[in-house]
């Protein structure tokens, strides 16, 4: 298997390190919105003033939501793209950032995530998506990212391919 630059692990792994933080990150957030929702329900039926309590709450788990669900795609995309280092750079970052994001927020107290710490616990217990998240998190692989994508040429269609410089 090919190995990114600058990374232990190889595409595959990194691949499979991706899949098992958004699963990660999606059971934080299943959890949370199940609480959410049994916050709101009373008698089998919403309570339009419990729901107006709950908004900000679920405008967060929403926004979160989304990001972890577009970093889903991004990996599946990847995927697709092995030959390209580029692409599966930006995705492993793309995937670490999110994830982290979502951590932070269930780390910072937000009141539908307490209920999931043990889960990111878990997470943290894991040495590889811990290396995972370290490494491609951390700020200085920007700059190997940066330095890629100077080196990398771009295709616009399918005839013009010019560098990046």
């Keep these: 298997m090919n190995q990114q630059p600058n990374s232990v ?5 990194n691949i499979d390190l991706a899949r098992q933080a958004l699963s990660q990150a999606k059971s934080v957030l299943n959890n949370a919105i199940g609480a959410v929702r049994d916050q709101v329900y009373v008698s089998g039926r919403v309570d339009e003033a419990l729901l107006h309590n709950a908004q900000q709450d679920c405008y967060d ?3 979160l939501s989304a990001d972890v669900w577009s970093a889903q795609c991004l990996v599946e995309f990847a995927e697709t793209q092995s030959r390209s280092s580029l692409v599966c750079q930006l995705t492993w970052k793309f995937v670490a950032e999110k ?3 979502v951590m932070a927020a269930q ?3 937000a009141s539908t995530l307490e209920s999931s ?3 990111f616990e878990s997470l943290a217990a ?5 290396q995972f998240l370290d ?3 951390a700020r200085d692989s ?9 080196e990398t040429e771009v295709n616009i269609g399918k005839t013009v391919t010019f560098p990046m410089r």
Aim: glycine letters at 12%.
């Design 9 to 13: 692990a190889t595409q595959s792994e």
């Design 61 to 63: 788990l929403a926004m």
């Design 99 to 101: 994830v982290r994001g």
């Design 107 to 109: 780390f910072a107290g």
């Design 117 to 119: 710490r043990k889960t």
């Design 126 to 130: 894991r040495p590889a998506l811990q």
């Design 135 to 137: 490494e491609h998190g």
């Design 142 to 150: 920007y700059a190997d990212l940066g330095r890629l994508l100077s």
